[in-house]
T-cell receptor, first 114, second 114 residues
Framework: KNQVEQSPQSLIILEGKNCTLQ??????????LRWYKQDTGRGPVSLTI?????NTKSNGRYTATLDADTKQSSLHITASQLSDSASYIC?????????????FGTGTQLKVEL | GAVVSQHPSRVICKSGTSVKIECRSL??????MFWYRQFPKQSLMLMAT?????????EQGVEKDKFLINHASLTLSTLTVTSAHPEDSSFYIC??????????FGSGTRLTVV
C-alpha cells in the first residue's frame, strides 16, 4: 500500500529559527513529490515540486530535498516567520499527472512563536 | 501562476437542503478537476475525479447520488451536496491539474449542516 509518513506531527519553534520537516514514502513507481503549505481553513498552496531525478528545489526560504533511493524528502524552512505557522503536507505521485493517484501525508503542524 | 477559485468559502445550511460548491480555473483550462474532503487534523481524502464533458469518477465509499459533480466546461466544476445532513459537515477542497506535475488547489469550502 502506498504510504506517505511525515514527522514530526507537530512542531513549535521561535521566530527566526530554522526547522526541517521530514517525509518518508513507499509510493512506487514514483514520479514526483510536492510540498504544500496549508493555512487553517484554506486550501493547500504549492511550495516545491520535485521529479524523481531532482535532489533539491528552493522557493525563497523553503528548500526541499529528495533522496529517491531512500525514499525520503525534507523541507527546510530558514529564518522562520510567524506567517509560517501552518500545516505542511508532503504529496507523492506515482505517475505524471494522474491526480487521482496522489498520496497525501498527514502533515506537520508548525507553529512559530515570538 | 495558475489560480483556482472556489466558492463559497463558508456555507451553513439546514439539514435536508442541498448546497452547491463551485470550482473555477481562472487562467487555464482544466479537463480534469478533483474534489477532496478534509476532516480536522487529517489529510485530504479524494472523493471524485471530475472530467469535462463526461461522468465523474467516484472513489470507493463515496455516494455519487449524494455528491453530484458536474464539469460542464473546461473552467468550471461543481459539487452539489444533496439532502445534506450534519455528518456531511466538513471542509471540501477542489484542485485542477495545471501542468505535467502541478496541481493547484482551491481555497476550500467549510460546510456546516445544522
Amino acid at each position: 500500500k502506498n504510504q506517505v509518513e511525515q514527522s514530526p506531527q507537530s512542531l513549535i519553534i521561535l521566530e527566526g529559527k530554522n526547522c526541517t520537516l521530514q517525509c518518508n514514502y513507499t509510493v512506487s513507481p514514483f514520479s514526483n513529490l510536492r510540498w504544500y503549505k496549508q493555512d487553517t481553513g484554506r486550501g493547500p498552496v504549492s511550495l516545491t515540486i520535485m521529479t524523481f531525478s531532482e535532489n533539491t528545489k528552493s522557493n525563497g526560504r523553503y528548500t526541499a530535498t529528495l533522496d529517491a533511493d531512500t525514499k525520503q524528502s525534507s523541507l527546510h524552512i530558514t529564518a522562520s516567520q510567524l506567517s509560517d505557522s501552518a500545516s505542511y503536507i508532503c504529496v507523492v505521485s506515482p505517475f505524471t499527472g494522474g491526480g487521482n493517484k496522489l498520496t497525501f501525508g498527514t502533515g506537520t503542524q508548525l507553529k512559530v512563536e515570538l | 501562476g495558475a489560480v483556482v477559485s472556489q466558492h463559497p468559502s463558508r456555507v451553513i445550511c439546514k439539514s435536508g437542503t442541498s448546497v452547491k460548491i463551485e470550482c473555477r480555473s481562472l487562467d487555464f483550462q482544466a479537463t480534469t478537476m478533483f474534489w477532496y474532503r478534509q476532516f480536522p487534523k487529517q489529510s485530504l481524502m479524494l472523493m471524485a475525479t471530475s472530467n469535462e464533458g463526461s461522468k465523474a469518477t467516484y472513489e470507493q465509499g463515496v455516494e455519487k447520488d449524494k455528491f453530484l459533480i458536474n464539469h460542464a466546461s473546461l473552467t468550471l466544476s461543481t459539487l452539489t451536496v444533496t439532502s445534506a445532513h450534519p455528518e456531511d459537515s466538513s471542509f471540501y477542497i477542489c484542485s485542477a491539474e495545471d501542468g505535467p506535475y502541478g496541481y493547484t488547489f482551491g481555497s476550500g469550502t467549510r460546510l456546516t449542516v445544522v
